[in-house]
């Protein structure tokens, strides 16, 4: 049974492709664009619902290796992204953005490249951001995250400092819908 929950939360996953945010690139959902506009929705979770973000670790699109249990006691911005989705390609410079303006204040960065092949996703990293980003082809890293899942492209989490998932954008992010998002975990105690 668990198998088959697994097999059909790839699916779901895998079907649910790419979505975009109010300036990103018209969305059809037709087979041909490779993704579907997701509901565009953000859940601010109150700290007493909370849930603990899973063991996320492995290796980064340039060789190294990354853990989000190392990142405890910094909010980490954890971006779930592709190089073919073109609403990710639209957000990559406002994440590098707020990443650059905040890395100094306790916010920790980390993207997630899913479904990508490794020579694009180095490309893309390597052009647009400076921060690591884990090379998970298979999406496993999504499907771990079963409280709060990351069900389409692209999709940011901000995990509080305790390491529970405080906030999930279903929709590309712009610099002035993820700075007070991110500032708002960051003034928790």
């Given at each position: 049974?668990?198998?088959?929950?697994?097999?059909?939360?790839?699916?779901?996953?895998?079907?649910?492709?790419?979505?975009?945010?109010?300036?990103?690139?018209?969305?059809?959902?037709?087979?041909?664009?490779?993704?579907?506009?997701?509901d565009?929705?953000?859940?601010?979770?109150?700290?007493?619902?909370r849930?603990?973000?899973?063991?996320?670790?492995?290796?980064?699109?340039?060789?190294?290796?990354?853990?989000l249990?190392?990142?405890?006691?910094?909010?980490?911005?954890?971006?779930?992204?592709?190089?073919?989705?073109?609403?990710?390609?639209?957000?990559?410079?406002?994440?590098?953005?707020?990443?650059?303006?905040?890395?100094d204040?306790?916010?920790?960065?980390?993207?997630?490249?899913?479904?990508?092949?490794?020579?694009?996703?180095?490309?893309?990293?390597?052009?647009?951001?400076?921060?690591?980003?884990?090379?998970?082809p298979?999406?496993?890293?999504?499907?771990?995250?079963?409280?709060?899942?990351?069900?389409?492209?692209?999709?940011?989490?901000?995990?509080?400092?305790?390491?529970?998932?405080?906030?999930?954008?279903?929709?590309?992010?712009?610099?002035?819908?993820?700075?007070?998002?991110?500032?708002?975990?960051?003034?928790?105690?």
């Open positions: 049974m668990r198998r088959y929950l697994l097999v059909l939360a790839v699916a779901v996953v895998a079907l649910a492709g790419c979505t975009g945010g109010h300036d990103a690139v018209a969305q059809t959902g037709s087979i041909d664009s490779k993704y579907v506009g997701a565009g929705k953000t859940i601010v979770y109150p700290v007493a619902q849930k603990a973000a899973p063991d996320v670790k492995g290796s980064t699109v340039d060789g190294g290796s990354a853990d249990a190392s990142l405890r006691g910094d909010v980490v911005v954890l971006n779930f992204w592709a190089a073919w989705c073109p609403p990710c390609r639209l957000e990559s410079t406002d994440l590098e953005s707020v990443y650059k303006s905040t890395k204040s306790g916010v920790a960065f980390l993207g997630v490249n899913s479904h990508d092949e490794k020579d694009s996703a180095k490309a893309f990293q390597d052009a647009r951001l400076t921060y690591p980003s884990l090379f998970d298979t999406g496993r890293i999504a499907l771990s995250f079963s409280d709060v899942p990351p069900t389409a492209l692209p999709c940011t989490l901000i995990i509080d400092r305790t390491g529970k998932v405080a906030v999930v954008i279903r929709n590309g992010v712009t610099v002035a819908s993820l700075t007070p998002l991110v500032n708002q975990v960051l003034a928790e105690s």
